[in-house]
């Protein structure tokens, strides 16, 4: 098993620019999540997807768009980048329990390290 | 809303000697309790988690943590650290939703630095 993965691993953008993440898991897990992460910040999330075909908005979803057309992938956008989303963008997924629902561990990429100039 | 506090940013020490994470919780409904753990270049990685039952938890590498309730705490210790427990830790919480579905929040990180 590859676990979560996630393309590409660096990217430079320039200021106005679109771009996409991919991130995929071979888990079979239901749950699947976009965070950033900025220094002195810890992880904030971005977008969630609780099934295929289902999307929400987190704590910082402005700016970026996602999708989840198959249950394997979830799709982070940015339709025009900005200084402010220098960061570092973690995937990670989780299964669904029915013995603790919200109590799963969350399986992360490696992440991928996006600066906007 | 939930939310963590992770009172120390970071925490220096000498290897072998015991360490304690601190991380305070606040929310209106029962919670769930997470320590991640990320090693310099990596993504995060489950040490433990407190789902409900004894409030002692053990985890990965000889790390434990405490619930209380009472203080609102979920503090994390190891009685001897290695240098290679050198990484940031993050303490996490996620409600138990009656209905629906509860996002983890995660705290703003703890470096734990070992030194020789």
């Known amino acids: 098993n590859a676990g979560v993965t996630q393309t590409p691993k660096f990217r430079v953008l320039k200021t106005g620019q679109s771009m996409t993440l991919l991130c995929a898991q071979d888990?079979?897990?239901?749950?699947m999540y976009w965070y950033r992460q900025d220094p002195g910040m810890g992880l904030r999330l971005i977008h969630y997807?609780?099934?295929?075909?289902?999307?929400a908005k987190g704590e910082v979803p402005d700016g970026y768009n996602v999708s989840r057309l198959k249950k394997q992938n979830f799709l982070l956008g940015l339709e025009s980048a900005a200084p402010s989303q220098t960061s570092v963008y973690f995937c990670?997924?989780?299964?669904?329990?029915?013995?603790?629902?919200?109590?799963?561990?969350?399986?992360f990429g490696p992440g991928t390290r996006l600066t906007v100039l | 809303a939930q939310s963590v506090t992770q009172l120390d940013s970071q925490v220096p020490v000498f290897e072998e000697a015991p360490v304690e994470l601190r991380c305070n919780y606040s929310?209106?409904?029962?919670?769930?309790l997470f320590w991640y753990v990320q090693y310099p270049n990596q993504g995060l990685q489950l040490l433990l988690k407190?789902?409900?039952?004894?409030?002692l938890v053990k985890g990965i590498n000889g790390f434990e943590a405490e619930f209380n309730k009472s203080q609102t705490s979920f503090h994390l210790r190891k009685p001897s650290v290695h240098i290679s427990d050198t990484a940031e830790y993050f303490c996490?919480?996620?409600?138990?939703?009656?209905?629906?579905?509860?996002?983890?929040?995660f705290g703003k990180g703890t470096m734990l630095l070992v030194s020789p």
């Open positions: 996490a919480v996620s409600e138990k939703p009656s209905v629906g579905y509860s996002t983890l929040t």
């Open positions: 407190y789902l409900s039952g004894s409030t």
């Open positions: 997807s609780v099934g295929e075909g289902t999307t």
């Open positions: 929310s209106s409904v029962s919670v769930y």
């Open positions: 888990m079979n897990h239901e749950y």
């Open positions: 990670a997924s989780s299964p669904v329990s029915g013995r603790a629902k919200n109590g799963d561990e969350q399986f």
